[in-house]
């Protein structure tokens, strides 16, 4: 229950931070040029795309949290649940997503503002990050199969498995973008085309938006493990 709570706490503490972040942008101060109705349809398209992404995102892991606990209380007369002693080193991993999310949204705060130069360090920032995450999730398993938390009469370390599994494999996917909007950065921080700085920063929200919800869900199922 403690540790329950103290997630909801970090979840509450990570989206106040970022709407902090998003308020200090002040986006209702800028001007500029309107897009045309072209442009907006173009920038549009890949927002809408990525957000339907999100949404059967969510979908997967909420049908994945359905079955665990179905699984968990022995629904259709299967046999008693063994609780998984989760590693610590999870709680890294969490604080470590915590901190690339927060890299990830300072970099598309200054790369909004037009200073590509000062939001590419915390947009690669984030990537390493990530790769830390990645390789810590690696050590947990390491963790959980030296405890003996391993055969098929232990299903809680499969379902542990799996999420963590199936929330890196998107993390990674996401790795291929941002490592592209990297490129990118470094190639246009010295250009003056407006159009490549326009797409450099539509990647970037998007790429904020991506790591933003992998790490609520990452939330989700970390407690999710955690309460059992």
Same mark, same amino acid.
């Given at each position: 229950?403690?540790?329950?709570?103290?997630?909801?706490?970090? &979840?509450?503490? /990570? =989206?106040?931070?970022?709407?902090? *972040?998003?308020?200090?942008?002040?986006?209702? /101060?800028?001007?500029? =040029?309107?897009? &045309?109705?072209?442009? @907006? =349809? @173009?920038?549009?398209?890949?927002?809408?795309?990525?957000?339907?992404?999100?949404?059967?995102?969510?979908?997967?892991?909420?049908?994945?949290?359905?079955? %665990?606990?179905?699984?968990?209380?022995?629904?259709?007369?299967?046999?008693?649940?063994?609780?998984? $002693?989760?590693?610590?080193? +999870?709680?890294?991993? &969490?604080?470590?997503? =915590?901190?690339?999310?927060?890299?990830? *949204?300072?970099?598309?705060?200054?790369?909004?503002? $037009?200073?590509?130069?000062?939001?590419?360090?915390?947009?690669?920032?984030?990537? +390493?990050? /990530? !790769?830390?995450?990645?390789?810590?999730?690696?050590?947990?398993? *390491?963790?959980?199969?030296?405890?003996?938390?391993?055969?098929?009469?232990?299903?809680? %370390?499969?379902?542990?498995?799996?999420?963590?599994?199936?929330?890196?494999?998107?993390?990674?996917?996401?790795?291929?973008?941002?490592?592209? @909007? /990297?490129?990118?950065?470094?190639?246009? !921080? $010295?250009?003056?085309?407006?159009?490549?700085?326009?797409?450099?920063? @539509?990647?970037?929200?998007?790429?904020?938006? %991506?790591?933003?919800?992998?790490?609520?869900?990452?939330?989700? !199922?970390?407690?999710?493990?955690?309460? &059992?």
């Amino acid at each position: 229950m403690l540790s329950a709570l103290l997630i909801a706490m970090l &979840t509450a503490i /990570t =989206v106040w931070w970022l709407l902090i *972040q998003r308020l200090k942008d002040k986006p209702w /101060t800028k001007q500029g =040029v309107l897009p &045309t109705s072209q442009e @907006t =349809v @173009t920038s549009s398209a890949p927002k809408v795309g990525l957000w339907v992404f999100l949404a059967v995102v969510s979908s997967l892991f909420g049908l994945f949290a359905s079955a %665990y606990m179905m699984r968990r209380v022995g629904h259709g007369g299967l046999a008693s649940w063994q609780p998984l $002693d989760e590693p610590n080193i +999870l709680w890294i991993n &969490t604080l470590v997503l =915590v901190i690339a999310s927060g890299a990830m *949204q300072i970099a598309r705060n200054r790369i909004d503002n $037009d200073d590509l130069n000062g939001g590419r360090s915390y947009f690669l920032s984030a990537g +390493l990050l /990530t !790769v830390v995450f990645l390789a810590g999730q690696i050590l947990a398993w *390491q963790q959980a199969h030296a405890n003996g938390n391993v055969g098929a009469d232990n299903p809680a %370390y499969s379902f542990f498995v799996l999420l963590t599994a199936v929330h890196g494999l998107h993390l990674i996917g996401g790795l291929f973008v941002l490592g592209r @909007t /990297t490129l990118r950065i470094f190639r246009s !921080v $010295d250009a003056a085309n407006v159009v490549a700085r326009s797409r450099i920063r @539509t990647s970037v929200q998007l790429c904020t938006t %991506y790591w933003h919800w992998l790490l609520l869900i990452w939330l989700g !199922v970390f407690a999710l493990l955690l309460s &059992t």
